[in-house]
């Protein structure tokens, strides 16, 4: 198996919801990303999390909140979002962390209300 | 600071024709990749250039890396509709910082 998988694909939600957003791979990678990117930009990284702990955090707000349940899974808990938070939400893995090819997966478009 | 820069943001080409996208970064590294965002979709590997002098092609499209002169160029051979797309590249620093700079993208549209 050689891809990364999200779900859902799309996410329309509300300013007062939870939701979470679904990363997995099983190319015994250690290293996941989460990137945004919002239309007509590169993807900006969020979160790195290198053998199950994080090992980045680019300043995200907490109304997103990470979480590696197993060096297969990512999660990304969102809660109170802003519209401006609207765009497309990447997840990438990487054998390791550092140096290495990140592969993306297909990406959630998200949509805040 | 770590800086990517792309050029040109927009090309539109005419089936047929060559050209070449350029990638600039500020500070040194000998790993950097190429990749294609087609609209609303995710990105696609296309290239990884490890070391200084690295070429590679793949169909009409061929990148290369100049770690001395912090470049490398994407060149497109007798382009074709199927090739418009978004083109990223991405400097990796690994280290510390580990993660991938990208550049601004290269919007191509290649018109009949």
């Known amino acids: 198996d050689t891809e990364v998988t999200q779900t859902p694909k799309h996410l329309v939600m509300g300013m007062t919801n939870k939701k979470s957003l679904k990363c997995e791979q099983h190319m015994g990678h250690r290293a996941m990303y989460w990137y945004k990117q919002k239309a007509k930009k590169p993807p900006e990284l969020m979160f790195v999390y290198s053998y199950e702990k994080l090992s980045i955090n680019e300043s995200v707000p907490s109304r997103f909140s990470p979480e590696c349940p197993n060096s297969s899974l990512l999660n990304l808990h969102l809660h109170a979002l802003q519209p401006e938070d609207s765009a497309l939400y990447l997840c990438?893995?990487?054998?390791?962390?550092?140096?290495?090819?990140?592969?993306f997966g297909p990406g959630t478009r998200l949509t805040v209300l | 600071e770590l800086k990517v820069e792309q050029n040109p943001l927009f090309l539109s080409m005419q089936e047929g024709k060559n050209y070449t996208i350029y990638c600039n970064y500020s500070?040194?590294?000998?790993?950097l990749y190429w990749y294609r965002q087609d609209p609303g979709k995710s990105l696609e590997s296309l290239f990884v250039l490890l070391s200084n002098g690295a070429v590679k092609q793949e169909g009409r499209l061929m990148a290369s890396l100049d770690t001395k002169a912090r470049l490398s160029t994407l060149h497109i051979t007798a382009a074709v509709h199927d090739l418009s797309a978004t083109y990223f590249c991405?400097?990796?620093?690994?280290?510390?910082?580990?993660?991938?700079?990208f550049g601004k993208g290269t919007k191509l549209s290649v018109k009949p």
């Open positions: 990438a893995s990487s054998q390791d962390f550092g140096g290495r090819e990140q592969f």
């Open positions: 991405a400097v990796d620093y690994g280290g510390s910082q580990g993660n991938l700079i």
């Open positions: 500070t040194t590294s000998d790993r």
